[in-house]
Protein backbone atom coordinates (compact mmCIF):
# COMPACT_ATOMS: atom_id res chain seq x y z
CA UNK A 1 0.00 0.00 0.00
CA UNK A 2 1.30 3.41 -0.81
CA UNK A 3 1.61 5.57 2.58
CA UNK A 4 3.33 8.57 0.88
CA UNK A 5 3.96 10.81 -2.06
CA UNK A 6 6.86 13.36 -1.88
CA UNK A 7 7.83 15.46 -4.76
CA UNK A 8 11.79 17.24 -4.60
CA UNK A 9 11.95 19.32 -7.97
CA UNK A 10 10.97 16.89 -10.44
CA UNK A 11 11.85 13.98 -9.20
CA UNK A 12 8.30 11.98 -7.30
CA UNK A 13 9.07 9.39 -4.52
CA UNK A 14 6.42 7.33 -3.23
CA UNK A 15 6.80 5.47 0.04
CA UNK A 16 4.83 2.14 0.48
CA UNK A 17 4.22 0.09 3.59
CA UNK A 18 6.45 -2.97 2.39
CA UNK A 19 9.06 -3.85 0.55
CA UNK A 20 7.09 -6.10 -1.65
CA UNK A 21 4.53 -3.50 -2.32
CA UNK A 22 7.04 -1.78 -3.26
CA UNK A 23 8.49 -4.06 -5.53
CA UNK A 24 4.95 -4.89 -7.23
CA UNK A 25 4.59 -1.23 -7.60
CA UNK A 26 8.14 -0.59 -9.29
CA UNK A 27 7.79 -3.85 -11.90
CA UNK A 28 3.90 -2.20 -12.86
CA UNK A 29 6.08 1.30 -13.59
CA UNK A 30 8.34 0.02 -15.34
CA UNK A 31 6.44 -2.25 -17.18
CA UNK A 32 3.68 0.75 -18.08
CA UNK A 33 7.03 2.74 -19.21
CA UNK A 34 8.08 -0.37 -21.55
CA UNK A 35 4.36 -0.37 -22.86
CA UNK A 36 4.09 2.79 -23.88
CA UNK A 37 7.94 3.29 -25.44
CA UNK A 38 6.60 0.04 -27.74
CA UNK A 39 3.29 1.95 -28.51
CA UNK A 40 5.34 4.73 -29.76
CA UNK A 41 8.00 3.38 -31.67
CA UNK A 42 7.78 0.36 -32.11
CA UNK A 43 10.37 -1.02 -29.76
CA UNK A 44 11.83 -0.31 -26.47
CA UNK A 45 15.41 0.08 -25.12
CA UNK A 46 16.07 -0.65 -21.60
CA UNK A 47 18.87 -0.56 -18.88
CA UNK A 48 19.05 -3.14 -16.29
CA UNK A 49 20.97 -2.77 -12.78
CA UNK A 50 22.02 -5.78 -11.27
CA UNK A 51 21.64 -5.87 -6.98
CA UNK A 52 19.39 -7.29 -4.14
CA UNK A 53 17.35 -4.65 -4.46
CA UNK A 54 16.60 -4.97 -7.90
CA UNK A 55 14.91 -8.44 -6.89
CA UNK A 56 11.48 -7.85 -6.11
CA UNK A 57 11.20 -5.18 -9.07
CA UNK A 58 12.55 -7.79 -11.59
CA UNK A 59 10.37 -10.61 -10.46
CA UNK A 60 6.94 -8.09 -10.70
CA UNK A 61 8.23 -7.30 -13.92
CA UNK A 62 8.48 -11.02 -15.18
CA UNK A 63 4.49 -10.93 -14.21
CA UNK A 64 3.23 -8.30 -16.69
CA UNK A 65 2.21 -9.00 -20.05
CA UNK A 66 4.99 -7.25 -22.34
CA UNK A 67 5.95 -8.05 -25.97
CA UNK A 68 9.64 -9.07 -24.80
CA UNK A 69 10.13 -9.57 -28.85
CA UNK A 70 10.09 -5.28 -28.84
CA UNK A 71 12.71 -5.48 -26.14
CA UNK A 72 16.44 -4.80 -26.33
CA UNK A 73 17.84 -5.33 -23.09
CA UNK A 74 21.32 -3.92 -21.75
CA UNK A 75 23.30 -3.86 -18.76
CA UNK A 76 24.19 -0.97 -16.62
CA UNK A 77 27.90 -1.52 -14.92
CA UNK A 78 30.06 -4.63 -14.58
CA UNK A 79 33.04 -5.46 -12.57
CA UNK A 80 36.46 -5.24 -14.74
CA UNK A 81 37.90 -8.42 -15.70
CA UNK A 82 34.19 -10.78 -14.91
CA UNK A 83 31.62 -11.91 -17.40
CA UNK A 84 28.62 -13.90 -17.36
CA UNK A 85 30.37 -17.42 -16.41
CA UNK A 86 31.52 -15.35 -12.99
CA UNK A 87 28.61 -16.07 -10.34
CA UNK A 88 29.61 -12.78 -8.48
CA UNK A 89 29.23 -10.64 -12.06
CA UNK A 90 26.95 -8.57 -12.77
CA UNK A 91 26.14 -10.13 -16.13
CA UNK A 92 25.36 -13.28 -14.31
CA UNK A 93 23.02 -11.69 -11.72
CA UNK A 94 20.85 -10.10 -14.38
CA UNK A 95 21.00 -13.59 -16.36
CA UNK A 96 19.84 -15.49 -13.41
CA UNK A 97 16.99 -12.43 -12.36
CA UNK A 98 15.83 -11.59 -15.63
CA UNK A 99 17.06 -12.47 -18.95
CA UNK A 100 16.75 -16.37 -18.85
CA UNK A 101 13.07 -15.63 -18.33
CA UNK A 102 11.84 -13.65 -20.87
CA UNK A 103 12.24 -13.67 -24.59
CA UNK A 104 14.28 -10.38 -25.41
CA UNK A 105 14.51 -9.38 -29.22
CA UNK A 106 18.15 -9.01 -27.95
CA UNK A 107 20.21 -8.73 -24.64
CA UNK A 108 23.82 -6.97 -24.67
CA UNK A 109 25.98 -7.04 -21.94
CA UNK A 110 29.10 -4.48 -20.84
CA UNK A 111 32.38 -6.62 -22.35
CA UNK A 112 34.02 -6.18 -19.43
CA UNK A 113 36.37 -9.37 -19.86
CA UNK A 114 38.01 -7.58 -22.50
CA UNK A 115 40.56 -3.83 -21.88
CA UNK A 116 38.86 -1.22 -20.50
CA UNK A 117 39.19 0.83 -23.82
CA UNK A 118 37.54 -1.73 -25.94
CA UNK A 119 34.88 -2.69 -23.86
CA UNK A 120 34.27 1.12 -23.79
CA UNK A 121 34.72 1.64 -27.40
CA UNK A 122 31.72 -1.36 -27.95
CA UNK A 123 29.61 -0.44 -25.93
CA UNK A 124 29.74 3.18 -26.77
CA UNK A 125 29.04 2.41 -30.42
CA UNK A 126 25.78 -0.06 -29.59
CA UNK A 127 24.19 2.87 -27.10
CA UNK A 128 24.26 5.40 -29.85
CA UNK A 129 22.97 2.62 -32.55
CA UNK A 130 20.27 2.04 -29.91
CA UNK A 131 19.82 5.16 -27.39
CA UNK A 132 17.93 4.05 -24.22
CA UNK A 133 14.38 4.60 -23.49
CA UNK A 134 13.73 3.38 -20.07
CA UNK A 135 15.57 2.81 -16.78
CA UNK A 136 15.32 0.24 -14.14
CA UNK A 137 17.98 1.20 -11.23
CA UNK A 138 18.66 1.59 -7.61
CA UNK A 139 21.04 4.07 -5.70
CA UNK A 140 23.70 2.79 -3.54
CA UNK A 141 24.85 3.79 0.38
CA UNK A 142 27.18 6.20 -0.90
CA UNK A 143 24.38 7.78 -2.79
CA UNK A 144 25.90 6.49 -6.59
CA UNK A 145 23.54 5.52 -9.30
CA UNK A 146 25.11 2.24 -11.67
CA UNK A 147 29.11 2.71 -10.60
CA UNK A 148 29.43 6.61 -10.48
CA UNK A 149 30.16 7.03 -7.14
CA UNK A 150 31.20 10.27 -5.50
CA UNK A 151 34.57 10.91 -6.57
CA UNK A 152 34.02 9.98 -10.41
CA UNK A 153 30.56 10.91 -10.75
CA UNK A 154 30.05 14.10 -13.37
CA UNK A 155 27.39 15.26 -14.24
CA UNK A 156 28.46 16.84 -17.36
CA UNK A 157 30.43 13.73 -18.45
CA UNK A 158 31.12 13.13 -22.39
CA UNK A 159 31.85 9.68 -21.98
CA UNK A 160 28.86 7.24 -22.60
CA UNK A 161 30.63 4.46 -20.77
CA UNK A 162 33.90 4.52 -18.56
CA UNK A 163 36.06 2.82 -16.81
CA UNK A 164 36.39 3.71 -12.67
CA UNK A 165 37.82 2.99 -9.51
CA UNK A 166 35.23 2.22 -6.98
CA UNK A 167 35.47 3.72 -3.64
CA UNK A 168 35.21 1.97 -0.23
CA UNK A 169 32.09 3.15 0.76
CA UNK A 170 30.58 1.61 -2.63
CA UNK A 171 32.89 -1.84 -2.16
CA UNK A 172 31.39 -2.70 1.31
CA UNK A 173 28.05 -2.48 0.08
CA UNK A 174 28.96 -5.70 -1.88
CA UNK A 175 29.75 -7.22 1.14
CA UNK A 176 26.77 -5.87 2.95
CA UNK A 177 24.46 -7.66 0.03
CA UNK A 178 26.08 -10.67 0.06
CA UNK A 179 27.69 -10.56 -2.91
CA UNK A 180 31.54 -10.78 -1.50
CA UNK A 181 32.92 -12.00 1.78
CA UNK A 182 35.05 -9.71 2.36
CA UNK A 183 36.38 -5.77 1.34
CA UNK A 184 39.15 -7.45 0.11
CA UNK A 185 37.00 -9.83 -2.33
CA UNK A 186 35.65 -6.86 -4.22
CA UNK A 187 36.92 -6.09 -7.68
CA UNK A 188 38.62 -2.46 -7.30
CA UNK A 189 37.66 -1.08 -10.87
CA UNK A 190 34.47 -1.08 -13.15
CA UNK A 191 32.95 -0.14 -16.28
CA UNK A 192 29.88 1.97 -15.62
CA UNK A 193 27.39 4.22 -17.74
CA UNK A 194 27.90 7.49 -16.86
CA UNK A 195 25.03 9.85 -15.73
CA UNK A 196 24.25 11.66 -18.40
CA UNK A 197 23.54 8.36 -20.42
CA UNK A 198 21.24 6.96 -17.15
CA UNK A 199 19.38 10.60 -17.20
CA UNK A 200 18.89 10.58 -21.10
CA UNK A 201 16.02 7.87 -20.91
CA UNK A 202 12.88 8.98 -20.91
CA UNK A 203 11.93 6.87 -18.10
CA UNK A 204 13.49 6.25 -14.57
CA UNK A 205 12.32 3.70 -12.02
CA UNK A 206 14.36 3.93 -9.49
CA UNK A 207 14.07 0.83 -6.76
CA UNK A 208 15.56 1.44 -3.09
CA UNK A 209 14.63 -0.76 -0.11
CA UNK A 210 16.67 -1.36 2.94
CA UNK A 211 17.89 0.61 5.99
CA UNK A 212 21.16 0.61 4.92
CA UNK A 213 19.34 2.96 2.19
CA UNK A 214 18.07 5.40 4.70
CA UNK A 215 21.33 8.14 4.66
CA UNK A 216 21.67 7.82 0.99
CA UNK A 217 18.18 8.65 0.81
CA UNK A 218 17.97 11.28 2.50
CA UNK A 219 21.10 13.08 1.15
CA UNK A 220 19.52 12.69 -1.72
CA UNK A 221 15.99 14.23 -1.11
CA UNK A 222 17.24 17.01 1.41
CA UNK A 223 20.66 17.60 0.54
CA UNK A 224 22.50 19.85 -1.75
CA UNK A 225 22.07 19.12 -5.44
CA UNK A 226 25.33 17.95 -6.94
CA UNK A 227 28.51 14.94 -7.50
CA UNK A 228 28.49 14.92 -3.79
CA UNK A 229 25.20 12.96 -3.86
CA UNK A 230 24.88 11.46 -7.62
CA UNK A 231 21.78 10.32 -7.08
CA UNK A 232 20.47 14.23 -7.21
CA UNK A 233 20.53 14.27 -10.93
CA UNK A 234 17.23 12.22 -10.52
CA UNK A 235 15.62 15.53 -9.67
CA UNK A 236 16.12 17.05 -12.54
CA UNK A 237 14.14 14.41 -14.54
CA UNK A 238 10.95 15.08 -15.82
CA UNK A 239 9.58 11.75 -16.03
CA UNK A 240 11.45 9.91 -13.40
CA UNK A 241 10.22 7.96 -9.84
CA UNK A 242 11.93 6.52 -6.95
CA UNK A 243 10.04 3.85 -4.88
CA UNK A 244 11.08 3.16 -1.08
CA UNK A 245 10.16 0.84 1.33
CA UNK A 246 9.59 2.13 5.35
CA UNK A 247 13.26 1.42 6.13
CA UNK A 248 14.98 3.11 3.53
CA UNK A 249 12.34 5.73 3.82
CA UNK A 250 13.15 6.00 7.43
CA UNK A 251 15.33 9.39 7.36
CA UNK A 252 12.17 11.12 5.45
CA UNK A 253 9.01 10.49 6.62
Known sequence: MLIKT??????????????????????????????????????????FAAAPSQNE????LLKEDIDWGRVHAFHMDEYVGLGIDDRASFARYLYDH????????????IPAKESA?????????????CP?????????????????????????????????????????QQVHDGCFPTIDDVPT???TLTVPTLMSAKHLICTVPAATKADAVQA?????????????????????????????????L
Open 98 to 109: VFAHAPFASVHY
Open 132 to 172: PDVVLMGIGENGHIAFNDPPVADFKDRACIKAVALDNVCRM
Open 6 to 47: IQTDALTTRIYDSRAAMGEAAGRAAADAIRHVIAEKGQANVI
Open 117 to 129: EEGCRAYTSLLKE
Open 220 to 252: MLCGPYGEVCPATALRTHASAVMLLDPDSASKV
Open 57 to 60: TLAA
Open 189 to 191: HAL
